[in-house]
Every structure is written in C-alpha cells, then in structure tokens.
C-alpha cells in the first residue's frame, strides 16, 4: 500500500501562488514515485510541439509559437504516470483475487504501474490470468456476435485519438447500433446541447488569438490552476494588458487570484505574482443563472434608462436586430426578476453583480470562460444559454475576443464527436457512410452514458465495451452499477492502467492492454502519428517515441480493427487491416468522410499551432432554426434542479490538484491546504455550527434524492472552509456513491455532479 496514505491528514490553508516553487517541488515528487528514466524527461521537452506529442492531460489549445517547455504541472504528471517504469504484470494477478483488489484505493491500483499482457477473468480463481491475443480477439467476437446489436454499449473516453474514435464509431455502426456513450456525455454534452440550440455550433467560438484581443473575461465554474494550467499563461499576459478577469465560483480556487509562472525565472526568484481575477464572486453551487440574469438585468435597464433621455445605448441593438431571435422575451424576463430573488438564489450581493455589470457594459470584447461548475447541473444547459444571453446582448460573438469559451476535458474529448462518436444521428453523415462503405447505418438514436446506467442496472444492456477510460468510476450510482456489472455477458476493457473498472467482471471478462499517445507505435509502414481536436477546434498531430511499456501491447486502432473483423461480416470496402498499416489511410477516410473539416488532413496534420476546422457561428452564420442566434429565457433562478430545505445541503463533487479524473496521482490538494487524504468535507463555519458537527470530526453523508434508496458515503473529515453558506466540498470518484442516475442535466443528461442534495449524518 502507498506510503502517502499513511501520512497523517494535514489540512491548513495554502499561502502560495498557482504555479510558482509549489509546482517545481510536486513535480519534484512525482518524477521519483514513477520511476521514471532519462527518456521521460527528454519526451517532457517534445510535448505540446508540432512533431512531438499531444498531451494526454487537458484539452487547451497548443500554441503555434511554442515556449521551449510547453507543458504544465499537471501535463509532466500525465507524462511521468503514462511512462513510468512499474508494470502490473501476470504474476501480480496470480498473487491477488479481484475480490482482494477491490478493497484496494484507486491510487494504489494505478500506481502499480502499466498493464502489461491481454488478461482473462477466470472465475473458478477470481483472478485475471494472461492469455493470447487471438484467444481474447475470438472469445470477445464470439459474444458479441449473438447479442441484439441494441444491448450491447461501446463506451469511449475523450483521450482516444481521432483516428481510432472515427474506426470505433464506425465499428458500431456497422455492427447496428450507435451506442456510444462517453466521457463528453458527462462533461460538455450541456454545452454541445446549449450552443448548438443557441447559436448552431455545438463548441466555443474563440481561439487563442482572442486573448490578445479581449478587454474582459468573465470566468465560471472552471478550476484552471488544476485543470488547464496552460491557460494559466494566457490570463497572466492579458490581465497585464489590463483586461479585467470578472470570476464566478464558489471557491476561491488559488489559480484564479494568483500565479507565479513556474517557467519565468525572475518571477520565481522574486517571488512575482499576477494577480489573475480583478472581482472575484463566491456564488453559490447552482447559483449562476441567477447571477447571470442580475448582470443582464443592469445592463438592460441601464439600456431602457439610456434610451429613454436620449444617450448612448448600453446594448448592441444593431447586432441584436440583425443577429439574433427572441430578444425580448429575454429582456422581459430580466426586468422581471426581483432582486431580492436573484440574491437569494445567487447568494451575491446586487452591488457585487452591478460591478460585474459595469465592466461588462464598459467592454468591447468579451470573453466567456466555463467548466464543469456550469455544465454539471440540472440546468445545466440554461446556465450556457445564460451566458450566449449575456454574450448576446452586446454583440460578444463573431467578433475578435469575443465569444463563448468553454473548457473541455479529455484531450481529444471534442474531437472524439466531430468524428462519430456520438449516440446523435443528426451528429453524423448518414448518407456519406452509405456511399462509401455500403452499408445502412442506424438511426434510432443510441444510449448516451445515463440510458447505459440505467441499461446495466436493468439488464437491458449486456454488453459494455471500453475503449480508455474508467466507465464505472465516473458515472453516477456507484453502488447500484457495481452490483448490477457482475450480470453483463461481456465486460471488455482496453487500458493501459488497471483501475476500479477492471475489478468487476461480466460472464465474459477481458482486460486489452494498449500503447499510449506517448509511446512509440509502430505498424506495417513503419512509425505512425494520431491527431487530436483541441478546445478551440484546432486540431494537431501527435507522434510517440517513448518506449512502449512492454512487448505485447497493441495500438488502440489495431485493437479496434481486430474486434470489428470479428464482429462484422466481410466488408471489401473496409479494410480495416490498411487502417492499421498505415494510419495516413484512416485520415483519408475521416477526410472522405467530413470533406469540409478534414480538407488535406495528411497535409495539414503538422501544423504548428494545429489547423482550424473553422466555426460557423464565429463568422456570424447561425445554423439554427431561425438562422439567428437565440436568446432564451431562463424556466426559473436555479440550476439545482431541487427545492431548498432545512438540512438538505448542494454538494459539489471537485478535483484535486492532484488527480486527473478518476487517475488519482497522490493525496495532497495543494491549493486547498489538503495534504495526505482525500476523505474531506469542505464546509462552511456556520453551517457546522448548524449541523453540530467539529472541525477534524468524521461524518458521513447521504444523499437526499426523496427516491427512498440509501447512498452513503462515510468517513468524511469535517474541514471548515471558504465556501458559501448552504454548499458541501467533497471529492470525485470518491463522492459518486452520492450521486442518483436520475440526477442529471435537462436534455443533455450530464450527471449533475455540481449540486447533489445531500444530508449530513453524525
Ligand atoms: N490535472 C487535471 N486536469 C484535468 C482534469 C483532471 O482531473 N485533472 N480533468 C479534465 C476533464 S475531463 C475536465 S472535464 C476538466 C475539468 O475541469 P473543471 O471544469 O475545472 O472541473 P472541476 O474540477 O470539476 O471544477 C469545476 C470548478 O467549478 C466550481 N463550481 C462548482 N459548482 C459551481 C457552480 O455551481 N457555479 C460555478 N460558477 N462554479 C462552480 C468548482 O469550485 C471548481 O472550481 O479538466 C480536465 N483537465
Ligand atoms: N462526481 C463526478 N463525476 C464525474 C465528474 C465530476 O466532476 N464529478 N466528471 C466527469 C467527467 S468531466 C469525465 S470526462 C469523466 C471521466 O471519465 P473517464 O474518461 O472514463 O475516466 P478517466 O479517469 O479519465 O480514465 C482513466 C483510465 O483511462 C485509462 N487510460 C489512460 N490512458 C489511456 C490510453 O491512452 N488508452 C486507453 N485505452 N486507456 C487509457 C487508464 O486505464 C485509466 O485508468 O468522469 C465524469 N464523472
Ligand atoms: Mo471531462
């Protein structure tokens, strides 16, 4: 077991910056715990740059003119943990039963090091046991093959390359059906959903440029010291220009106030910080729409006071003419909120909003930034209607440093969509695959990542597949979907880690160690490269020359093909084998497939800084019903998606510094001052003086969903902390037992894992 765990818990405030020597000494600490070589650090220098690799962290854009190390903290702790030298090996499953691993922490089963042989589950002994590629290829064809194409799910997560994405959804396709639920399903689906609907693209419309060109941001709900600390970079440079950083969360997260560039040597000598965020607003959990609409409200009466005596307008109502629809039904509803409403459910004081209104009115170009603190809610997709509104009003799209900014996840999470992997039929070319591979593809629309939850409790699904990720980690309902996994006929697992996922087995269990984007992969004609979407659209070529963690391990494409040749009948116009020979054939078919994105693919694929698939709705062209952008009108002032009551408390399931998704890298929470647990509650003083509950003292929580099924999670440390009145702190996966299936974004059916009702329990 890990030697950080038997730390003794310390929780006391961080003093420091974001960055600075706090991110040196981490990495300090990571390096050696992964055992890492020389080469490692040599591939640190080749991340992020035209003809390295894409890194398999955050999905911030990679700039043309690149730093000489243009990686992060957290991006060197991806590397460090994908090229470590510890192996997780047949001999280890011979010494453990899954039942025993199953007691283990998700850190200490990641931190045994790369999965390294094709495993099967053997149920007699309970363990994993090695087996050939062939064996685990046929056995899986085999069980596939009879199943109703609708019971069977092909999960993916947002780090899977383009190239296998496009072969992975097409596989389902061919095999009659596109279940292809995945990790955006629980991420920015709410934004794919929202600006599809509000301005007819369903990603951000700003690229890195925009920073150079905005004069304010305003930031929601996304923790950037954390989860992209690239951008880091680029909200330094612009707040030294003077644009205003207006943010939005309920926790004073350390890299939205201030930042030591850890790669500027006289800032870390000095000691220099940026400040990051010039206002700073602790709204509460689910409290954005509110606080959105009190913005717009100012500005709208500003706006009817201004027209009234004759002055300059406060809104662009050229731009709201000529671009957009429904605009006083918008209007409308702002001035009709009350501002006592507004401040109640925002937990902000009007003043605070008047000051986020003045510099918003004041700016000519604005930027909007958001994470998951927006999309992970009941309404989650009215908090991003709410900020295209707030965009809207003054013409804050399709305008240099202007426009929505959301903030994906995964690496390749957007791209992953823009090639297939979607459960969507109006997402995909229907007639295009037709033409060119002969075949009928499905249009009954497929199950997204809540509708495999509920087919996995219920027995309708019975097979899963995972191409990376750590499907039954992340999704909501833990208990329920670990005891149900166990009645799958076929759970197959393609990772390069082992994590909890891999412990619960079907009928039929296999376990496909794959190379990562770091590693060398070398096939038929010789070194291949994949490619990756960024945030901003842009999308990059990324070659591997690390060392593959071991012999037997195969490309995820290769992996893909394999399955799709022994599930599918023989197709002469798929030739899945000249896929795997030679990659550059799969970008000619991605480029076949959606001509207008992948124009030249192979040509462009090293373009430094990416090339652009280009954005509709940043040129003005609203691809929406009404051929405009739409404002909407908000159903009512809280995202939550429940009723306030006495005791019931919004918990907001967070990351760590110190974690990527479900991958926990250690125990320390540097920004908050956690060190050696990750069993806290963050709460605030009065609220525990409410509850009668000490600080240092260990509680359990349970959820309060009024569906009569008992969720509970103990062992909670009680840590007093900066967090509005009402709203609870706890961290994810641990915190995922709380959360109810049904629990999840209108529309968008992300798991709304920013507001769980929950109780305190003694
Ligand atoms: N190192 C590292 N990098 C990552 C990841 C990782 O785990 N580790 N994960 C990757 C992935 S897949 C994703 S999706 C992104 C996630 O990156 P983020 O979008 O930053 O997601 P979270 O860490 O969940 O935190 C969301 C932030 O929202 C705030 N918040 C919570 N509720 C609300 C609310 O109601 N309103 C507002 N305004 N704010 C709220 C929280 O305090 C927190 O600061 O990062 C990606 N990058
Ligand atoms: N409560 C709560 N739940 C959440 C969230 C939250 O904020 N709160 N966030 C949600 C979000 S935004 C997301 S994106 C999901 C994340 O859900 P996933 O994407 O499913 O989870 P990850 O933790 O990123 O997956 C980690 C595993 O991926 C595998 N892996 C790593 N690299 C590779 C590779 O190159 N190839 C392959 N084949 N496998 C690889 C490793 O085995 C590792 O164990 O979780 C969601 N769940
Ligand atoms: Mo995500």
């Known amino acids: 077991m890990s030697k950080q765990r038997s730390d003794k818990p310390r929780i006391k405030p961080f003093a420091g910056p974001a960055g600075g020597w706090g991110s040196v000494r981490s990495l300090a600490e990571i390096l050696p715990r992964e055992r890492v070589t020389p080469d ?13 690799f894409m890194c398999t962290s955050c999905a911030w854009p990679k700039p043309a003119d690149h730093h000489p190390a243009e990686f992060c903290e957290e991006g060197a702790k991806a590397t460090a943990w994908e090229l470590t030298t510890l192996r997780t090996t047949p001999e280890f499953f011979e010494q453990h039963t899954l039942t025993e691993l199953r007691e283990w922490k ?8 790369r999965l390294t042989h094709p495993l099967r589950y053997d149920a007699a002994t309970d363990k994993y046991v090695a087996c050939s590629w062939e064996e685990a290829f046929d056995a899986i064809g085999a069980a596939l093959r009879p199943l109703d194409p609708k019971s069977v799910a092909f999960y993916s997560s947002g780090r899977t390359s383009l190239e296998a994405s496009y072969m992975y959804g097409l596989m389902a396709r061919m095999f009659g059906n596109q279940n292809l639920p995945d990790s955006s399903n629980m991420c920015h689906e709410s934004t794919s959903v929202g600006l599809k609907a509000a301005i007819g ?5 700003t690229r890195l440029v925009d920073f150079e060109a905005c004069d304010a941001i305003f930031f929601f709900g996304q923790n950037v010291g954390s989860n992209a600390p690239r951008m880091l970079h680029d909200l330094r440079s612009a707040r030294k220009r003077g644009v205003e ?8 997260e350390r890299g939205l106030e201030r930042f030591t560039d850890p790669q500027n040597p006289i800032e870390m000598v000095i000691g220099g910080e940026t400040q990051i965020s010039s206002q700073y607003h602790q709204v509460k959990a689910g409290g954005d729409i509110a606080a959105m609409l009190g913005i717009a409200k100012f500005l709208i009466e500003w706006d009817d006071a201004a027209l009234a005596v004759g002055d300059s307008p406060v809104l662009d109502h050229e731009f709201i003419a000529q671009h957009t629809h429904d605009f006083h039904a918008f209007a409308d509803a702002a001035r009709a909120a009350e501002w006592a409403d507004i401040e109640r459910e925002s937990g902000l004081a009007r003043s605070a909003l008047e000051q986020a209104a003045r510099v918003y009115a004041k700016a000519k170009a604005v930027l909007a930034i958001y994470g998951m603190g927006l ?5 989650g997709v009215e908090n991003v209607r709410m900020v295209v509104n707030l965009l809207l009003l003054r013409g804050n799209i399709g305008r240099p440093g202007a426009g929505p900014t959301p903030v994906r996840g995964h690496s390749n999470v957007q791209g992953q969509r823009t090639v297939g992997i979607t459960e969507k039929t109006e997402l995909v070319p229907v007639e295009r695959l037709k033409e060119l591979y002969g075949f009928d593809p499905p249009t009954e629309k497929g199950l997204d990542t809540v509708e495999t939850c509920r087919g996995v409790i219920d027995g309708s699904v019975k097979a899963v597949i995972g191409l990376g990720g750590n499907f039954l980690r992340a999704v909501p309902e833990t208990a329920a979907m670990e005891e149900a996994w166990p009645r799958l006929d076929l ?20 376990l496909l160690p794959c190379l990562g984007r770091i590693e060398e992969d070398v096939q038929a004609s010789g070194p291949q490269a994949v490619s990756t979407e960024d945030s901003t659209s842009c999308i990059h070529g990324s070659r591997g020359k690390a060392k593959p963690a071991g012999p037997h391990l195969l490309s995820e494409p290769r992996i893909v093909a394999e399955l799709a040749k022994r599930i599918l009948p023989p197709n002469p116009r798929v030739d899945w084998d000249g896929w795997v020979a030679d990659y550059s054939r799969i970008r000619d078919a991605i480029e076949a497939t959606y001509p207008a994105i992948f124009k030249d693919y192979n040509k462009r694929l090293f373009t430094p800084g990416g090339f652009w698939k280009g954005n509709k709705a940043a040129e003005r062209i609203w691809q929406t019903p ?12 809280s995202a939550t998606g429940f009723a306030d009551a006495e005791g019931r408390f919004r918990l907001m399931t967070l990351r760590s510094n110190d974690q990527f998704n479900t991958t926990i890298y250690g125990y320390h929470d540097r920004f908050r001052g956690v060190k050696g647990t990750r069993d806290v509650l963050f709460i605030n003083r009065e609220d525990m003086a409410v509850a009668g509950v000490s600080e240092g003292q260990t509680v359990a929580l349970e959820s309060d969903a009024g569906d009569g099924r008992l ?6 440390i009680v840590t007093p902390y900066d967090i509005p009145r009402g709203c609870l702190g706890a961290y994810y996966p641990e915190a995922n037992v709380l959360m109810p299936v049904e629990h999840h974004a209108e529309q968008s059916h992300v798991p709304a894992a920013k507001s769980v009702p929950v109780r305190i329990r003694v």
């Open 711 to 716: 969720r509970r999670r103990e062992g909670l």
């Open 40 to 52: 490692a650090l040599l591939q640190l220098a080749r991340q992020n740059k035209p003809h390295g």
């Open 626 to 637: 009404s051929g405009k952008a739409e404002f909407l009108a908000p159903s009512g002032l």
């Open 491 to 510: 759970s197959v697992q393609i990772a390069t880690k082992l994590n909890r996922n891999h412990l619960f087995a079907g009928k039929i269990t296999y």
């Open 375 to 379: 999309t992970q809610h009941v309404k």
């Open 201 to 205: 693209v369903p990603v951000g419309t």
């Open 245 to 252: 950083i207006i943010t939005f969360n309920p926790l004073r």
């Open 106 to 113: 998700d850190y200490d089963l990641e931190q045994h090091g």
